[in-house]
Every structure is written in structure tokens, then in C-alpha cells.
């Protein structure tokens, strides 16, 4: 069995950044989204390195391990991005294919846009390329879903986290299902006085891709660590629309992959299926999105067969 190890090392951002690696190889950056860490890569950092890749999951800034500066400023999608590019030097590579899902994905999807000279290729599991648009996102939610939606509901200081810290067993047990495929799906609309974790029913029982251990695991990665610099990211959409302007409707260049599952809330949103089929617009050597029946938000985990094979077969196809 291929061994999964860990380590520290400083990205050329400044952040000391803890990583979970296995294989040698081309070099390929698995990035996590909310509210997770390097563990929901635990499927591919094993197959990837049996396929001849150095697979690298970092905790991304703010969350587990690597944990994160004190200022919600710090937490822009330019240091989210300066963090992923900036893993590649010290790894000792030259470039790096770099693998999001959710809150990864525009990380991913950032990355290749901004500096496509080291990013030779990108894949993105649940959330599509979403160009910018011409006004900051959180007026248009806070419009179109009320103060509840929870992307607003997390604009706030403090009581997101409180929420999500209370019990963090039941907060990623209810999560963990409750964006799942086996679930009958959630209304991410926080009621007055409530957080996330109440919208979020509680399982009779564990799905099969979803085990007592895995949860252990999150909840060792988050404990004396909490959910403040995962919820900056949040935060930080106005900011950044604002500080991405000079990238405006910008072509990513790089070969591109997209793999959701068809009972995905992302894909639920209005206009999204639109939008993914009009991501060649963007994206023009983006491959067909490849769709998965039956799965819900947490692709690599729920699906880990398919996606495995899906990001073998583009890796080696670059």
C-alpha cells in the first residue's frame, strides 16, 4: 500500500504550509474545499502516486495544520492563489497541475488564470469557472436569497464559527451528509438565531463512502484549530471581485477538466447548468464536463473510483 506522508513546507508566499504527499513524479496539487482539509484527498493521493504522480494536498491557508494569519484581509483569492503557485519551487518542480474542488476550484481555476506559464494543466470537481461579473457578489446574493443565504450569513463576525465549533462531530457528520448524493438535499438558508449546522439534518445512518472514521479524522484536523480562517474566504468575495479587475472575462488557457455530480447543489443554483455549458467560452481547451450520476458535493470522496480514473486519464494526457 502506497504511504500517504506529511511535512511542512514554506510556500514563497511566506505561509508555512502543511502538505500531505505520496508518489514521484509530475507534480500534481490537490486543493480542498469547506469545510475540509487535506484528508478529503485521501482516495487520490494514493492512486495518483500508484499512476506515477507526485500527488501534494495541502491544508490550504486558515485551515487545519497550516493554519493562518489573524486579519480577515488575509485571506484573498490572490493569497489563496500565491499559496498554491507559490508550493511548486520549493517542491522542486518547474510547473504543476492543480486539482480543486469547491472553494479549491477557484483557487484552481485562479491559478491557471493567472499564471498559465506554470500551471500546465487544471481540473475542477463541483464548482465551474464563474467569470467575473460586473458587480461584487454578495449585494446580488443578499438581493436574490435575503440575509439568510449562508454566503451572507458568513459576512458576519463570530457567529458562523460559533456554530460550526459547538459539537464538531455532529457539525461534519450533519454536513458531510447533508451535501452528499444520499441526501434529500438542504435549503442553505440560515432561520434567525440558528448557524449552518441546523439546516443540515442528521443521518439515521452513514452513507457507504462515509465512515466513523472519517469523521474522527476531520474532527482531529479542526480540534484547538477552528472555522475562523476558513470562513475569511467568505469574507473575502467582495474584496475579491474588487482586487481582480486587471482579470476581467479573462480566457483560462490551460487544458481544462470539469467533473460534477448531477445532484451537486452547485448545479442546482439558478442558470448553473447554463452557465457549464458555456464554459468554453472561458475555457477554450476545456475537455466534455464529465457528469456523475447520483452524486452530490463531496465528488472525490463519494465517487472516488470514477474521479480517480477521470484525472488519471487527463494527467496523462498532458
Known amino acids: 500500500m502506497t504511504e500517504i506522508n506529511h511535512r511542512f513546507v514554506k510556500s514563497t508566499s511566506g505561509l ?11 507534480l500534481v496539487l490537490l486543493l480542498h474545499g469547506f469545510p475540509e482539509c487535506w484528508y478529503s484527498w485521501r482516495h487520490q493521493l494514493v492512486a495518483l502516486a500508484e499512476a506515477g504522480y507526485h500527488a501534494v ?7 487545519a495544520r497550516t493554519g493562518g494569519p489573524d486579519q480577515v484581509d488575509q485571506y484573498t483569492l490572490l493569497h ?38 506554470l500551471i500546465r494543466g487544471v481540473a475542477s ?47 461534519f457528520r450533519r454536513m458531510l451528509y447533508a451535501a452528499s448524493g444520499d441526501s ?23 452513507p457507504s463512502w462515509l465512515t466513523e472514521e ?12 477552528g472555522f475562523f480562517g476558513p470562513v475569511n474566504w467568505y469574507r473575502n468575495m467582495d474584496r475579491n471581485w474588487e482586487l481582480t479587475a486587471a482579470w476581467h ?8 477538466l470539469y467533473i460534477v455530480g448531477d445532484r451537486d447543489m452547485v448545479v442546482a443554483a439558478p442558470n448553473a447548468r447554463e452557465g457549464i455549458a458555456k464554459l468554453t467560452d472561458f475555457i477554450p481547451n476545456l475537455q466534455e464536463p464529465i457528469w ?27
Open 249 to 256: 472575462r479573462a480566457p483560462i488557457l490551460p487544458p481544462a
Open 184 to 206: 434529500p438535499g438542504i435549503v442553505p438558508i440560515i432561520p434567525e438565531g440558528g448557524s449552518m449546522v441546523d439546516v443540515c439534518p442528521a443521518p439515521d445512518e452513514l
Open 16 to 26: 508555512n504550509m502543511h502538505i500531505a504527499e505520496a508518489g514521484e513524479g509530475p
Open 292 to 318: 456523475l450520476p447520483g452524486c452530490g458535493h463531496w465528488t472525490q470522496q463519494e465517487r472516488p473510483k470514477e474521479v480517480n480514473e477521470a484525472l488519471i486519464s487527463f494527467l496523462d494526457s498532458l
Open 80 to 117: 489563496l492563489v500565491g499559496d498554491a503557485i507559490g508550493l511548486i519551487e520549493p517542491l522542486g518542480e518547474e510547473d504543476a497541475v492543480v486539482v480543486g474542488h469547491d472553494w479549491g476550484s477557484p483557487v484552481a481555476w485562479g491559478a491557471a488564470q493567472l499564471r498559465p506559464d
Open 125 to 171: 470537481l463541483s464548482v465551474p469557472h464563474r467569470p467575473r461579473g460586473s458587480m461584487p457578489p454578495i449585494p446580488i446574493m443578499r438581493r436574490m436569497f435575503g440575509d439568510g443565504f449562508y454566503m451572507v450569513f458568513f459576512q458576519q463576525p463570530d457567529l458562523p464559527e460559533e456554530g460550526f465549533e459547538r459539537d464538531l462531530t455532529d457539525t
Open 57 to 63: 494536498a495541502p491544508d490550504q491557508r486558515g485551515y
Open 214 to 225: 472519517d469523521i474522527a479524522a476531520f474532527v482531529r484536523e479542526y480540534d484547538g484549530k
